[in-house]
């Protein structure tokens, strides 16, 4: 995650009251490599059929995992330090067992934050996520026009049910924001958006960058932004944090190269901007991800190196320094054509690499969305 609002004003909201206060020159030590925020994908079931979705969700995995497995990965987090537990899937709330997981994760513990569809958040549902301090709820609306955002998540009414499922997680008090996947067809929304999310009281909005594993490495080349609608992308967000500065934050995901432009532009080329990016982490170095099966993963959209399972081994034996190395010093391994050679490569990793291994073939190649090198020639 790269907290945009954080390095471009010094002020949070969500993310301060769950890590602490944390900025440029004081990074956040919440996470760590062998100390992960675990992405948990506990279900692939899913009641919408969005277009671009990175685990293709829909129908159960026959394999997941059983309640009382559920509960001993939840042990076996715990022996590892996690300090919060990202509750995704598919969508997590329909499974029976999810509050149960929940609340034994909070007796153990680990934070819990919910990223949902929003759609089956009644206001019962609601009230036992309050009750179960869940610390945040991150509901899924792409577009501030309801026909864009029905057509991308596979379901006619999605938009109004996510949007009752906001008011209601509110009406309960519970932390709430948005999550926005970023593409050609709906990054100039980037102003209305945040305007429309500030009116509905929410705390947060975080900008996914699309992805390619699953669905999305399906989609037409019409999807995927230039650098040019990029860079109007970032100056509208520019004036958008600085406007809503400690009232409702903003922050961006599977592109730390944003990071990088916030610090040329922002920063001024200033070394501890840059320094501070790359202390954000990423993609299996403060993040890893479980699958419903029980299979690990350096993140949620790196789906083609398992680096074990824990049914077999323990949690803090698959965390082991030679499965994550490739993540922990990413520039070491790449061979594309612009990311070695690029002199910010340090502290952005060389950007997604699931983009990288779904569009060019090659999980060390460039990732193709990367805007930098056009734009700062």
């Known amino acids: 995650m790269i907290p945009i609002s954080v390095m471009v004003t010094g002020v949070g909201t969500t993310s301060f009251r769950v890590k602490g206060k944390f900025g440029v020159g004081n990074p956040s030590g919440f996470s760590a490599p062998f100390r992960p925020i675990v992405s948990w994908n506990i279900t692939k079931r899913c009641n919408l059929k969005c277009i671009h979705c990175y685990i293709d969700a829909g129908v159960e ?30 969508e997590p709330l329909v499974r029976r067992d999810f509050f149960e997981i929940v609340q034994y994760a909070r007796d153990r513990g680990i934070k819990s934050v919910l990223s949902t569809n929003g759609t089956l958040i009644t206001p019962e549902v609601a009230r036992k996520l ?68 500030a009116s509905l009281g929410v705390r947060r909005v975080t900008f996914y960058h699309l992805s390619a594993a699953g669905r999305a490495g399906k989609l037409a080349k019409d999807w ?26 903003v922050e ?26 790359e202390s954000t982490g990423g993609c299996g170095r403060r993040i890893v991800s479980i699958y419903p099966n029980g299979d690990v993963y350096p993140c949620q959209f790196v789906d083609f190196m398992k680096l074990g399972n824990v049914r077999v081994n323990r949690l803090r034996e698959i965390l082991s320094p030679e499965k994550l190395d490739v993540f922990i010093n990413t520039e070491r391994y790449l ?15 060389g950007g997604d690499r699931a983009r990288a291994y779904y569009l060019t073939g090659d999980m060390f190649g460039d990732d193709p969305l990367c805007p930098i090198p056009e734009l700062f020639r």
């Open 61 to 90: 995995d026959s394999g997941e995992l059983t309640t009382s497995e559920a509960l001993d990965v939840v042990d076996q987090m715990a022996e590892v330090g996690v300090p919060l537990i990202l509750f995704t899937g598919g």
């Open 130 to 197: 309050k009750e179960a301090n869940v610390v945040y709820v991150g509901v899924s609306l792409d577009s501030v026009n309801s026909d864009f955002h029905d057509a991308f998540r596979g379901a006619s009414g999605s938009f109004l049910a996510a949007l009752s499922g906001i008011k209601n997680a509110i009406a309960a008090g519970v932390d709430v924001g948005l999550r926005f996947v970023i593409t050609a067809k709906n990054i100039h929304e980037v102003g209305s958006y945040i305007d429309f999310a």
């Open 224 to 249: 995927w932004y230039t650098p040019q609608q990029y860079k109007q992308f970032m100056d509208v967000l520019f004036s958008k944090v600085r406007e809503y500065a400690g009232r409702l934050e």
């Open 252 to 277: 961006t995901t599977l592109a730390p190269y944003d990071g990088v432009y916030i610090a040329l532009t922002v920063g001024g080329g200033d070394v501890k901007f840059l320094e501070f990016v």
């Open 335 to 349: 061979r594309g054509e612009k990311c070695p050679r690029c002199p910010y490569v340090r502290y952005c990793k």
